[in-house]
Every structure is written in structure tokens, then in C-alpha cells.
């Protein structure tokens, strides 16, 4: 038989970056779970490259009962293949899978979520800074990422909203491979990622709608990008990457000196913000850490 829903389906594995084998298991699982709650064991096959499935119930009990073909199986709803889908996906409990989860409650200043049906708690020192600063509230729900440490009072698996790994992770969700380089700042509130400049043009299109959309997801509040250096040595392309990053990153920024070895720039005349003078030279000793810096 032909699945009614193959192209459906396929399209939100394709969202979720599922593969074949996995979208097949759940698939199969759930046809069984809609005979199950009638009382009927059947076992389900499905092959999502021939866009078929082989579905067969036992007849009489136990044992003693003979497999008869079905040739109009009954379909389970998308509720229903996602909810399988979910509950396989944490099965394996890789440390980094990315999750949806619901706020159930607070503890000790971290959060905690319902993530397909198991509880997980997010301590305070892995909530993001939007979350530090301003909890989400009951119900809201969140991207997280597993961990594989456990919570010692309670037991429950934790997970994370914080940091570059994290950033990463969900960011590959979106466009998987599409980050080459990544450092955090600003306590990690401020993410800048480098990438092709292909794809990267993908991201800042309708005025950075995607990037601005990311930062609301992860929690954070600046996401800057910077196209890979592609020139015909390596000094040049780091070169390059480095007058994008303080272009990007503080155009008002003027590069006076650029050698292998220091970088000089001109700070704006009207800026009194130490601060983001501060935020600014951290990020930059980051992505250039063999260079020295003066500042004018």
C-alpha cells in the first residue's frame, strides 16, 4: 500500500534533520501502537524509499493463531508518530541531542521542563542570560540541549541553554555544517559565528529576520556573523575575516594597522562606554589570539 502521508512525513523529518531509518522505526512503531489500543498485534513494516508498508495481524490468541496480511492498515496521526518519534529520540540519551521541552517549575534558581514526558531540570549556571534575567514562565516552551550529568538532589537528567556547544548545536539544526568557527562573549550573551559566505548571505536575508529569530530561540542578545576568509594565502584570508569581524562587530572601528602580528584600531571619538570597549577587545583577542592590539 501506498503511505497516504509519506511526503507529510518526510517533510518534517527533513525539518527536524531525522533520518530515513529513524522516520521508518517510528513510523512503524506508531501503526503498531494504533492496533495495539484495539486490542490486536500487529507488526508493521515500512520503507520510505519505495514510499510502501507490509502490515500483518496475528489471528487467535497467543501462539496458536495464524499472521494474515492487512491490506488497509489503519494510519496514526501526525500527534501521534511525533509523540513515538519523541520518545525514541530519548531513548539514547546523546549528550547534545536537541530538544523541545515545557516549563514545569523552579528549583534553586535553575528551571525545570517536561521534555517528552520525562522531566529535566536546566541549572541556574546553564540558563541562558535572557532566562538568568528573566525566568520563562510556566508552560513556555524552549530548545534545549541534553547533557549527560543527572541533577544530585533530584536525578533527573540535565540539560543546557548556554554556551558555544549549545550555540552550535541548534544553530546546524537550521543548516546543518554551516559553521566553521564560533566564540563567545559578553558572558555568553554575545555569539559570533564564522561561515561560507553563501551561506551566510542565507541567513541575513530579509534584513536578518533568520539571525534575529536565532538569537530569540538561544536566549542571547547579539549574534554576529563573519564570512570565511577565501583568499590566496592564509595570512590574507585571516586578514580578511578579521577586518569583516570589526566591521561587523563595530563599524565605526577603523583599522590603522594590520600585520601578522598587531592589530591597531581606531576607536570612535564620542565612545565613553568602557564597557563595550572592554566587550569588544575580549571578543577580538578571541579571534585573534596571536595577534597584539593597540587601541587609539
Known sequence: MQIADLDYVSKIGEEYGWDQPTIESALSNAIRLCYAERGMLVEADVNMKMGTITCRRRSGMADRGVWVDIRNPIMPSIKMFMSVLEMQQWGDGSPGRVMEGAVVGYRDGGVIYRVSHNMVFVPENLLSVADYHNRPKLGDKQVLAMCAARDNTSGMRQATRRGKEFVATVMECHYPDCISG?????????????????VMSEWLENGGMNVRHLQ?????????????????????????????????????????????????????????????????????????????????
Open 182 to 198: 564560533i566564540w563567545m562573549g559578553a558572558s555568553n550573551s554575545w555569539a559570533v559565528i564564522r561561515m561560507k559566505p553563501e
Open 216 to 296: 530569540q530561540v538561544l536566549g542571547i542578545r547579539r549574534i554576529t556573523l563573519i564570512p570565511e576568509g577565501q583568499a590566496e594565502t592564509e595570512q590574507e584570508s585571516r586578514d580578511s575575516e578579521i577586518r569583516h569581524f570589526v566591521n561587523n562587530a563595530w563599524k565605526a572601528c577603523k583599522i590603522e594597522e594590520l600585520s601578522p602580528n598587531r592589530i591597531v584600531i581606531h576607536t570612535p571619538m564620542d565612545s565613553n562606554d568602557p564597557r563595550k570597549l572592554r566587550t569588544f577587545t575580549s571578543m577580538l583577542q578571541k579571534i585573534a589570539p596571536e595577534r597584539e592590539q593597540v587601541i587609539l
